[in-house]
């Protein structure tokens, strides 16, 4: 383990031990209480292979491992990318958590059974690849590292181990993705509610001005809204996706804490921040919202919250350009 990871846990169960006294709302004589749901009858699930099964599987070259391995911890350790395809402050694992295997928390290992496949969110047959290349594009702020790269093939690589033994093309798997709670934000999902909740379960991590925390120049706590943070076209943007998220992983090492309507109501204040503009922005965020409808309906991006139209605005963060290449649509005719 390195030593970030070590400072990422002690702080984290530091602030966990001390969470009757940060907990406020809660009865603070409450256990914490840890649930996760149970998944639909007639899915499967599938146990990914862990660090040390990929280190001792007898069954792969030793080239082999060492590319799984280098996907591994680019996995881990996005940063190492940083300014090249990643220009804020994620890494894959800040919304992937336990290492991509854990359930709810979007497992990755799904894209590799299940692509190539058709894709709402660009409207044509996605591969792995491209799959990964999204959540650069967006959840990274960046752009993808190119396809048939060194860097691609080993990210690969680890999203395909991580499936052995997994069926293909059975998209019956139980805990993919985060949207346990499902895809409608219950009337009177509020900002100010919201606010309340995250000032007294989540501020302490991910500060008063969501920007996270860093350590020596190393993200600690990631950024939940700002520069640092996902872009405006990142599946978290969407309230379900991230009330789901924060019910099933968050506060750290606490899932299943906080109640549904706690959960909406600080997604839906963490998604009524600001952030990098959406990639595929026109000039116009109200505009925008319109033409990727199918996406923006789950978001507040393009509306006024505040008195504020959310998204209205040039500013990309630290990324020096708008819209990576590979965002381009692909059709075979
Ligand atoms: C800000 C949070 C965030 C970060 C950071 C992030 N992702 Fe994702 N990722 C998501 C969301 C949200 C989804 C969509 C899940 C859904 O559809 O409910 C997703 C989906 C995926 C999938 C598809 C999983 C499936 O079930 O098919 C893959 C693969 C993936 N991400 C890989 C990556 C990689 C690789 C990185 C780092 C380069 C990364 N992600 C960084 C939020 C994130
Ligand atoms: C004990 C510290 C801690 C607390 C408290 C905490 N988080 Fe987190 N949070 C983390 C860490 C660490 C990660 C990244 C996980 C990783 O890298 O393994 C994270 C990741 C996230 C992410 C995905 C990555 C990103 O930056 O967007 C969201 C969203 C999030 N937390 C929301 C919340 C919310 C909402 C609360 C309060 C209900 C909360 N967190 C409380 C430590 C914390």
Redesign the pocket.
């Known amino acids: 383990m390195n030593t970030l990871n070590k400072l ?1 846990m002690s ?2 169960a530091l ?2 031990a001390s969470f009757s006294v ?1 907990v406020v709302g809660a009865q603070s004589n409450e256990p914490a209480m840890v649930k996760l749901p149970t998944a639909k009858a007639g899915l499967y699930h599938h146990d990914a292979p862990t660090l040390e099964d990929i280190q001792n599987d007898p069954d792969i070259h030793n080239e082999l491992r060492k590319v799984i391995l280098k996907g591994r911890d680019l996995f881990m350790n996005t940063q190492q990318l940083r300014g090249e395809y990643v220009f804020n ?3 894959c ?3 992937h ?1 336990g290492e991509g295997r854990k359930e709810w928390s979007g497992p990755v290992w799904p894209a590799a059974t299940t692509l190539p496949d058709y894709r709402g969110k660009n409207g044509h047959v996605n591969s792995l690849e491209e799959r990964i290349a999204g959540c650069f594009s967006f959840s990274m702020n960046g752009k993808a590292p190119e396809y048939g790269s060194d860097t691609m093939l080993a990210l690969s690589a680890y999203h395909q181990y991580m499936a052995k033994g997994a069926k293909m093309y059975d998209k019956k798997i139980a805990g993919r993705g985060f949207s346990s709670l499902g895809n409608k934000m219950p009337e009177g999902t509020n900002y100010a509610s919201g606010q309340k ?2 000032e007294a ?2 501020a ?3 500060g008063a001005d969501g920007n ?1 925390k860093r350590v020596d120049g190393q993200v ?5 809204w700002g520069d640092g ?2 872009n405006w076209g990142a599946g ?1 943007t969407r309230v379900f996706t ?1 009330a789901s ?2 019910q099933n ?5 606490q899932p299943g804490r ?1 109640s549904d309507e ?1 959960a909406w109501n ?2 839906y204040f ?1 998604n009524a921040q600001e952030r990098p503009q959406d990639p595929r922005y026109t000039g116009d965020a109200k505009e925008t919202r319109e033409k990727f409808m199918n996406f923006h309906k789950a978001t507040l991006y393009g509306t006024e919250v505040n008195g504020k139209v959310l998204g209205q605005h040039d500013n990309t963060g630290d990324k020096p350009f708008l819209k990576p290449d590979v965002l381009k649509p692909r059709s075979f005719n």
Do not use: E
């Open positions: 990422t702080l984290g602030f966990v940060v402050d994620m890494n694992k800040s919304c958590m909740v995250y379960n989540c302490v991590c991910h996270g600690v706590f990631p950024p939940l943070s996902y978290m991230a998220f924060i992983n968050m506060p750290l090492g906080l706690d600080v997604a963490i």
